[in-house]
């Protein structure tokens, strides 16, 4: 490869996660691209998540957290241990296709600071897929709030970019959206226009477990916006009405 190999760190955290783990970390060794490390950040689990985890080479870094702390604040903690120039993520029940790392790294090695690439979710359960895979790119403000389609587990980020901006700690299903909306006021997203990622649905997913905090986030998230931007534009005000009104609904 002609380009930079830039070292890549990709953070996993795991929470009791031992049913899935097997094949997403095999999906990362499955890589055509190769320059990597995984940082396992093991947050209090007590299945067999860490003996799976130890049992692979010294390209994977596992990192025990003794007490069980908050999804965004676990996020914090791994980034800490990353040594790459750039940082992935992967979900320990997600998984990548074997191109995904080197068609991000192309366009990195093109000036890329954020990469994000298509997803497709499988429900364990009935094997039913669905794509996304978008064309948005740049500036996605408006995007990410009327439908985000940008999967932590497709995203690639400068090291420094994600150290400046951070996950905000005080979410349990939203940080992601934060994060990226935040990231996207101040500099381009790529996307590979590729789907590189499968997100498995199943009933232990976080956002299932955690569903009746959906309406306090979104809340917490656009009452953000409104004190980050002086002027509220259609997109914020959209975002405020659907999310007033999904609760709502929710409450009758």
Request: glycine share 2%; net charge positive.
């Amino acid at each position: 490869m002609g380009d930079k190999e830039i070292l890549v760190s990709i953070v996993m955290n795991c929470y009791n996660s031992d049913k899935y783990l097997v094949e997403a970390i095999d999906s990362i060794y499955s890589q055509t691209y190769t320059n990597w490390e995984i940082i396992f950040f093991d947050n209090a689990s007590t299945d067999k998540s860490a003996e799976i985890a130890k049992s692979y080479d010294n390209k994977l870094k596992y990192i025990k957290n003794n007490t069980l702390v908050p999804l965004y604040t676990a996020r914090n903690l791994a980034i800490e241990y990353c040594n790459g120039e750039f940082i992935a993520f992967l979900d320990a029940d997600d998984l990548w296709l074997p191109d995904k790392l080197i068609k991000q790294v192309t366009l990195i090695n093109s000036g890329a600071k954020f990469v994000y690439t298509g997803y497709k979710t499988l429900n364990v359960s009935t094997d039913e897929e669905i794509n996304y895979n978008n064309s948005y790119k740049n500036k996605i403000t408006q995007s990410i709030l009327y439908n985000n389609y940008i999967s932590i587990s497709s995203v690639i980020i400068s090291k420094d970019v994600l150290k400046k901006f951070k996950f905000d700690r005080n979410y349990n299903l939203l940080g992601d959206i934060d994060l990226w909306y935040r990231v996207a006021t101040e500099i381009p997203l790529f996307t590979t226009n590729e789907v590189q990622v499968i997100n498995r649905i199943h009933e232990k997913n976080l956002s299932k477990t955690l569903k009746n905090d959906w309406l306090r986030e979104r809340r917490l998230f656009y009452k953000k916006i409104i004190n980050c931007n002086k002027i509220i534009d259609l997109s914020i005000l959209y975002y405020i009405i659907k999310t007033e009104f999904k609760g709502l609904v929710k409450k009758i």
